[in-house]
């Protein structure tokens, strides 16, 4: 209704065709090429839940030291979808995966309650409903750094009082917030990966492993943050590990 308020106005009465009209605008726009363009103002009048602002919408990404431009795309099923990240080649090797994880603001809600659903159904069983709790969790503004899931784990945590391990996040390439080969290949991205290593024999058999996240926060020095048991390694992927029962259940 207000858009046609708002040409309603700017049209005088005697506009009654397409002739008259490109007559009238030709003349019109000699004096003020601007006088029918909608402001920034006129766009974002409407203030509801999908109003658009430079906070949920920013036009560029501060990345340590980089400002990396952002470009948006409404064309659902176009490669481009989305928000794009403008990134120059001699930049690739100053920057990492992680925030963009975050994506802008405006959709990290949506991420967050993608992230919560494809919990394990035992343990997304505490948060639901999904979407309200998540809410709940963005009341406290994040800090855009780190990795997504890290945060988004200790706020539930502080909420519910209950912790997520870090292997629970999604596994299978179920995760969409790190399928980053789909569009482009038509794979899914593993979501993590695991590693077992098993010494000695008989009554001193012993296993180390780990679950990795896909992230560029799993680096050499943080794998102890990754340490598992071999039993959440079997329950995870439903893999029999070749390894004394009594070992299974021993985390370094």
Same mark, same amino acid.
């Given at each position: ?54 906070w ?49 603001? =405006?959709? !990290?809600?949506?991420?967050?309650? *993608?992230?919560? /659903?494809? @919990?394990? %159904? ?49 596994f299978?390439?179920?995760?969409p ?20 290593i ?10 180390i492993? =780990?679950? !990795?996240?896909?992230?560029?926060? *799993?680096?050499? /020095?943080? @794998?102890? %943050? ?27």
């Amino acid at each position: 209704e207000w858009l046609y308020a708002f040409y309603d106005h700017k049209l005088p009465p005697e506009i009654v065709s397409g002739v008259t009209l490109d007559t009238w605008r030709k003349k019109i726009e000699r004096e003020n090429k601007q006088f029918l363009f909608l402001t920034k103002e006129d766009l974002t009048r409407e203030k509801g839940e999908e109003y658009v602002n430079e906070w949920d919408f920013p036009d560029h990404k501060k990345v340590g030291k980089l400002t990396i431009a952002l470009q948006y795309r409404f064309e659902p099923g176009h490669d481009e979808d989305g928000v794009t990240a403008i990134i120059l080649v001699h930049q690739l090797n100053q920057i990492t995966q992680t925030p963009f994880d975050w994506l802008v603001p =405006w959709n !990290v809600g949506r991420k967050c309650v *993608a992230l919560v /659903k494809a @919990l394990p %159904k035992n343990i997304r069983k505490h948060f639901v409903p999904v979407p309200e709790t998540v809410k709940k969790c963005l009341e406290i503004e994040p800090d855009f750094k780190g990795a997504l899931e890290e945060w988004l784990g200790n706020r539930l945590r502080k909420l519910t009082d209950e912790a997520i391990p870090l292997n629970a996040w999604s596994f299978e390439g179920n995760n969409p917030a790190d399928d980053y080969f789909v569009q482009s290949h038509g794979v899914k991205t593993p979501d993590a990966f695991w590693k077992v290593i098993i010494r000695g024999t008989g009554q001193s058999e012993q296993a180390i492993t =780990w679950i !990795v996240p896909n992230s560029q926060n *799993a680096i050499r /020095k943080s @794998l102890d %943050k990754y340490l598992v048991s071999v039993n959440d390694i079997e329950r995870v992927t439903g893999e029999k590990i070749p390894v004394a029962q009594y070992a299974k259940d021993t985390k370094p």
